[in-house]
């Protein structure tokens, strides 16, 4: 299997005023393509930290990262930039949409800061897209005249609509209530069987996690259990 996101032994130190915060304290982990990852543990172990590292978000104290056959470490940051423009899609917790645009308009700004090629290739995947995530009528109301579970479908939309190798979500469903939450993780896992979509999502939600191929459970900055879910 080929290995979209390897870490090998990362560590991440936050300086706060006098004090070190180990946030992440040596972690090896590899995400194969295809792949449905769940990342659990308690607040605070340093599960989004590892998140914005995995993505190039955030620059690891040491230890390597090498994303799609990359080595992001050994990146200028212009580079890494441009690497996390290509490579990744990222899904938060308040879904992070432009207010002002419509869910139409969120898309194509993103296509358009990401894409590589500006031809109709991008607008025959957003079509597909769409209609994987059941959006094409919401498409021009804006965020404020979406439900929040819609807000996150546009969000997880915008997310792969360049198809990103790898999509990162940070608790996507958090905000959302039961229904909205099982809707979203509906389309998550849609999006990785049909389209092949690599995901690492993080969750509070066992039923989320349930729903993934493995389970990685950290503790303070440390994983402590990396097992694949057996499906009956
Ligand atoms: N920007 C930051 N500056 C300083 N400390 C931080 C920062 N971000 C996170 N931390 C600390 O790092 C640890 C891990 O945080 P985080 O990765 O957000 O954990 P989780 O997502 O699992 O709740 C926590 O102790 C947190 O307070
Ligand atoms: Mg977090």
Known sequence: MQAILETIDLKMTYRVGKVDVHALRGITLTVNRGEYIAIMGPSGCG??????????????????????GEDVTAMTDAQRTEMRRR???????????????????????????????RNGAES????????????????????LELSGGEQQRVAIARAVVNQPALILADEP????????????????????EELGQTIVMITHNPEAAGRADRVVEMRDGLIVSNDALVRG
């Not at 995947?125 to 919401?138: D, G, N, S, Y």
């Open 47 to 68: 599960k989004s930290t590892l998140l914005h590292v995995a993505g190039g978000m955030l620059t690891p104290t040491s230890g390597r990262l090498i994303i799609d």
């Open 87 to 117: 490579k990744i899609g990222f899904v938060f917790q308040r879904f992070n949409l432009f207010p002002t645009l419509t869910a139409e308009g969120n898309l194509k700004l993103a296509e358009r800061i990401y894409s590589k090629h």
């Open 124 to 143: 025959e995947a957003r079509r597909r897209i769409l209609k994987l995530l059941k959006l094409e009528e919401k498409m021009h109301h804006k965020p």
């Open 173 to 192: 469903t958090g905000n959302l209530d039961s229904e909205n939450s099982k809707v979203v993780l509906d389309m998550l896992r849609g999006l990785n």
